[in-house]
């Protein structure tokens, strides 16, 4: 059976995007009678609002998208992102980082850059050539530090990955494009990598709908899920809606939300139909 979600963060309210990315993945559920989930990634406490969680459950409800069993708060299962974290521990695969964007800035700036990555430079990997002493000396005496994935090992223990996405086909894994992510904040015991790969796969997710702007990070998911054993769903990546201008909406650009076009009066029906339904 086809399972799918949606998964949003309470940090703002939702737009058309996010209603094109719910609709995307409720009609094919329903279409096919599957399941479909809604997941609330609330792990940045510092950005999310229980009143945009709430507004967003309304904003949901209002167009007509349901969805079946208990919503998933990501806030509330701090120790399922724990054990995963424990389990790349004890494979060597993590390691803890105490350098500050400053930091990581002045070393680009000394190597005379970094490769890119689609979300920028890399991390030049400073943190990772600390020796266990010091590394023990650092943490003793009260610096913050993340948890990053020593990439290059992981992929050397994984082997070869593949993974499929509906509208692009079978992919060869390439986690490396991204570098030695962050698996757990300085501020906040895990990620929105680590969080979203081990619920997909908690939750059964068997098609992860999401847009296509989260396309590399599933080739640093499907390492994940080698790594920690879980189960290898399907991805659908869809194109993301854009502005006039031909800029993807987002919350920060101030994009249209929900509420206010349902406020304004306009129907269901029109609302659907502005975001491609
Ligand atoms: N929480 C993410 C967002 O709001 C979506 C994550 C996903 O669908 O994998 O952008």
Redesign the pocket.
Known sequence: MLVT?????PTGRLHLGHAH?ALVGWTRARRSGGRFLLRI?DIDQTRCRPAFEADLIDDLRRLGVDWDGPIRRQSEHMTDYRAALDQLSDRGLIYPCFCTRKDVAAEIARAGGAPHGPDGPLYPGICRRLGADERQRRIAGGAAFALRLDVEKAVAQAGALTWVDHRRGRQSAEPEILGDVVLARKECPTS?HLS?TVDDALQGVTL????ED?FF?SHLHRLLQALLGLDVPEWDHHPLLTNAAGERLSKRDGAVSLRSLFDAGLSVEQVRSMAGF
């Open positions: 979600r949606f998964a949003p963060s990315s990634e929105y979203v992860v709908t999401r847009g989260l990070a």
